[in-house]
């Protein structure tokens, strides 16, 4: 929520001193496809591309990080990275399949049954803390004695 | 507002289950044969669109993974 820009924040830097800002080095689909899959056929990219799709990021988000990351770098702009990207989705699961690794396409709109780790986490902290609090509050009850009523209408 | 991940719809607008690719032509070669402009071969230009060209793309390599996924 906070990592979201500030309202104008785009004008506080000269015009064209942003990547994104300048012509594109690559003006056509051709040219980023091709940019794409040179870079993406590379061992090394492969493999740290298997690593994250073990950790069951949705490859939904990892295309659309991968052409953010080209859009921001100005190697194409924002309409041909949008055209790219069912491109580089299917890269991506082609290398989780050559790897074999069973990764979350993200095209599924039924949530997996599977509790995250993280949640669990949350879930452990909170409970810790709820009988941390517990065994620190004095369980001593006052029990309160009633005063006696003095007003016109009370009962004697 | 939050932040919108367009992927799922892009892949799923691309369709290319049903993109047909247009197959070759083979002319004759003879002599007496009509010449052709085979710039004028294409179907509408259809096969010029970004889209398509995309959608060739991942169809070859939707392929590559069935195969992988049959072995």
């Known amino acids: 929520m906070f990592d979201a820009p500030i309202p104008g924040m785009s004008l506080t830097h000269e015009l064209g001193a942003r990547p994104w800002q300048s012509p594109p080095q690559y003006t056509t689909v051709d040219e980023a496809i091709e940019y794409y899959l040179e870079r993406m056929s590379t061992d090394e990219f492969m493999d740290q591309m298997a690593d994250v799709l073990e950790m069951n990021v949705p490859v939904t988000t990892l295309a659309n990080t991968i052409q953010l990351a080209g859009v921001m770098d100005g190697k194409h702009t924002v309409d041909v990275g949008m055209l790219v990207m069912p491109l580089l989705m299917e890269m991506i699961m082609l290398i989780g399949d050559n790897a074999g690794v069973k990764y979350d396409s993200g095209l599924t709109d039924v949530p997996d049954n599977r509790t995250k780790d993280t949640l669990i986490e ?14 620190e509050t004095p369980k001593a009850e006052e029990v309160k004695e009633e005063e006696p009523k003095s007003g016109l209408m009370a009962r004697r | 507002m939050p932040l919108v991940n ?4 892009l892949y799923h607008s691309m369709d290319i289950e049903n993109l ?5 032509r083979t002319d004759s070669k003879g002599l007496l044969a009509p010449t052709r402009n085979p710039m004028s071969d294409e179907q509408d230009g259809r096969t010029k669109q970004p889209a398509f060209k995309v959608g060739h793309h991942m169809l070859l390599l939707r392929k590559q993974r069935e195969r992988l996924q049959d072995v």
């Open chain 2, 6 to 9: 367009p992927a799922k719809q």
């Open chain 1, 122 to 135: 949350a879930v452990r902290k909170e409970m810790q803390q709820k009988i941390d609090e517990s065994e």
């Open chain 2, 20 to 24: 047909d690719v247009p197959a070759k």
